[in-house]
Every structure is written in structure tokens, then in C-alpha cells.
């Protein structure tokens, strides 16, 4: 798709193309994070871009630390943090600590590819569950799926692709039932992929989930929230209520070096602890899931409103979504397929573009649903 793109702007104009197809931030990085780097910079003192512990600069762990104990009410220390090369970083860093060959990660569907690539890195293996329509989590078809091989259930919220926050009650309902999985001598670990948490809509709240449950970690990322995924920075973070969690902290310490990611980048390590409460203009993104839901609802599509992130899911008005991407591209208009997201009979927009764009493609939704049904 991102090759199509370009071909395709580079025949036609890169005002006639209408690319949905990336998740990468048409916004620029918070004025005052640029001036941080800046002034870091200009105070340059020696040392500064040496190596450093293997989970991240000290004083940069006790920084997030301090935000995460505010924000969560839980008693977080410079130990429950880990820095790594982004969210990907992280979940590769996680699995190889604690997958052996064979292990079953849950995933819900539709789903983040890359998680499947992620966990086959390691030997495990991907057990897909289906959501709800409403791409809420299905505990009864979770628990059908859990078996003796089962060691992570990984959560994505707020989703790519579907733009869903997994609700508190069904949340809740998962805990209940791994701990009734831990009564029977199972236990399970919660692995929450929160590379969007800070893009949540209107008066949507991202529930706790180490409020809810003990065996959580919980994976950040700046590269959407900041604006800066080309600069590889996020962090790990372990419920302080994990026992024993010395543990697996040893082996993603050994797991960074093995893979070859050493430690996060320093410069954005130091910049980023002072970043914890910033965000880009949330509600800039909120404003284009405005414009194009109702673009897509206005030409007759069935979606279901996001309420956080930047993508939107709706149903193919047929069957073959990689067909009706094609129809798509006959008007200029790049989505994903749905079956990229394990989801045939969708397709997926990535509205982090610009709202002109956005506003320009109106006619298009249209005309390839008139021409298509
Ligand atoms: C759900 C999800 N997880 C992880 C990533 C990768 O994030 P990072 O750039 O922090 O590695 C993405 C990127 O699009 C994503 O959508």
C-alpha cells in the first residue's frame, strides 16, 4: 500500500490521492518536546550519549515512575519501568522473556499483524479470538480458547484497527476469570499494548487495567501520542502487585542486549520523563474521526464510531474487501484490507492525515458505493 501510495502520487499529483493506508502522524511533535532536544543539547555534558543500564537511564525510570504512581494510585517504583526501541521493541523484548516454544498467546480479532510476526519470533504460537460485532471482547470465546499451553492474553485498547477501548465490565470479567485460571493452578499474564492510550475521544476513559488485574504489563509508545515513531521510544511497565517480578525484569534486561536493541535511545530517554502529562492535539484527531465517520455513514457504510486511536473499521459493502480496496483505488482512495487485520468483509482507514484531505475524499466514499453495490 505505502508503495502504491507513492506510485500513485507520483503519477497523479500528491494532492489527487487520498492515502488512508498509514498509521503514521501527520502532526508535528509538541513545540516544547523540540526545544527540550534543543536545549539538551546545547547543555551537552560528557558522557551523555555513552551506554547506559540496559532497562534505561535511572533518573528517567523515577521520572515515569512518579507519573505512573499519580496516575494509577499504585505504588511504582524506577523498577516497574523499562525503556525500550518503542512499542514493538517492547513486545519483542516481553515475549522473548517469557515464551518457550509452544506457548499459546490469546489475541483478540481483528488484531495488529505485526503481533503475529511477534510472537512466531519467539516460537509461540497465535490463538485468534473473535470480538463482538461491536469488536468487544467475547470472554466466553476467550475461555474456550485457553488451554495448558496458554501464557499470555495480549490486549490492544484503544484498538488498531477497530479505534474500540475495551470496556471496564468486560475487562473486569477477563480478571475474574484468570483468577479462577490461577485457583485451578494456571496462571496467566495480561500483556496490554497501549501504544494510543492518551488518544481516547469525548468522554471516553481508558479503564485501569492494573487496577484490575495482578500479572499485567502494560507497553507505551510516544511514536503516536508525541508524534514520534521514527524516533523508537517507549517503555515497559509491571504492576508493582506482580510477586517475583525481579524475574522476568532480569530476563528482559538480558533479552534487550540479546536482540541487539542494548538500550533505548538516550536522547529520547532523557526527553521523554519530562513529557508523561503531554500529548499532540487529541482533540485535532478527534475532530477528523468526526469527519470521516460521517463521511463513511453519510455513503451508507456500516461502522462502528471509534473512540480512540486513529483508525476506523467499517464493513465492505461485499464480501471480497481486497476486491473493494481495489474499487477503492479506481477512485484514488488507499485503505487496508480487513484480512491484514485478520477481519475479512473490512477494511481499515487511517484518518492521521490532513482534515483538507479528509473533507476532499467525501465524494469519492460515495461514488465507490454507488458504483460497487
Ligand atoms: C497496536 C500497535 N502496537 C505497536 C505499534 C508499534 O509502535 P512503535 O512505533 O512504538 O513501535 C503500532 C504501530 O502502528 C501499533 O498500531
Known amino acids: 500500500m505505502f508503495d502504491k501510495g507513492m506510485q500513485m502520487k507520483k503519477t497523479l499529483g500528491e494532492d489527487k490521492v487520498y492515502d488512508f493506508s498509514l498509521g503514521n502522524p501527520d502532526v508535528e511533535p509538541p513545540v516544547e518536546l523540540k526545544s527540550a532536544v534543543i536545549d539538551m543539547l546545547t547543555r551537552e555534558t560528557a558522557g551523555m550519549h555513552k551506554y547506559m543500564e540496559n532497562n534505561g537511564y535511572q533518573n528517567v525510570r ?5 507519573y505512573l504512581k499519580n496516575h494509577y494510585n499504585l505504588p511504582f517504583t524506577d523498577k516497574h519501568v523499562f525503556m525500550t526501541v518503542g512499542c514493538a521493541g517492547g513486545i519483542n523484548i516481553l515475549f522473548k522473556s ?3 516454544r509452544g506457548d499459546e498467546v490469546i489475541v483478540p480479532n481483528p488484531f495488529f499483524w505485526e503481533f503475529k510476526n511477534y510472537i512466531e519470533n519467539y516460537n509461540g504460537v497465535m490463538k485468534l479470538v ?28 484503544p484498538n488498531n484497527p477497530t479505534g474500540v477501548i475495551y470496556s471496564r465490565e468486560s475487562l473486569e470479567e477477563l480478571a475474574s476469570l484468570l483468577y479462577k485460571k490461577r485457583r485451578e493452578g494456571k496462571e496467566i499474564y495480561l500483556v496490554a499494548d497501549e501504544a494510543y492510550k492518551k488518544i481516547v475521544f469525548d468522554d471516553a476513559v481508558l479503564p485501569n487495567i492494573f487496577d484490575i488485574y495482578d500479572l499485567v504489563i502494560s507497553i507505551t509508545s510516544h511514536s503516536k501520542d508525541l508524534a514520534l515513531p521514527g524516533e523508537r521510544i517507549g517503555y515497559i511497565t509491571i504492576s508493582p502487585l506482580m510477586k517475583n517480578s525481579e524475574k522476568l525484569i532480569d530476563a528482559a534486561i538480558f533479552a534487550n542486549r540479546i536482540l541487539g ?6 536522547i529520547m530517554q532523557r526527553v521523554i520523563g519530562k513529557f508523561q502529562k503531554n500529548s499532540v492535539d487529541i482533540k485535532d484527531y478527534q475532530k477528523k474521526r468526526d469527519a470521516i465517520y460521517s463521511i463513511l455513514v453519510d455513503a451508507g457504510f456500516e461502522v462502528v464510531k471509534p473512540e480512540g486511536a486513529f483508525y476506523i473499521f467499517p464493513k465492505s459493502p461485499i464480501k471480497d474487501d ?6 477503492l483505488q479506481k477512485h484514488r482512495v488507499l485503505a487496508v484490507p480487513g484480512i491484514g487485520f485478520g477481519k475479512p468483509g473490512y477494511f481499515r482507514i487511517a484518518y492521521c492525515v490532513e482534515m483538507d484531505m479528509i473533507e476532499r475524499s467525501r465524494p469519492f466514499f460515495k461514488e465507490v458505493m454507488n458504483t460497487t453495490r
Open 130 to 157: 473473535e470480538t463482538n460485532d461491536d469488536f468487544q471482547l467475547n470472554i466466553e470465546k476467550i475461555e474456550e480458547a485457553i488451554s495448558e499451553k496458554t501464557k499470555i492474553i495480549l490486549i490492544n485498547s
Open 261 to 266: 536493541f542494548i538500550n533505548a535511545p538516550a
Open 322 to 327: 481486497i476486491q473493494f480496496v481495489s474499487n
Open 98 to 100: 517469557m515464551l518457550n
Open 62 to 66: 523515577e521520572e515515569i515512575a512518579g
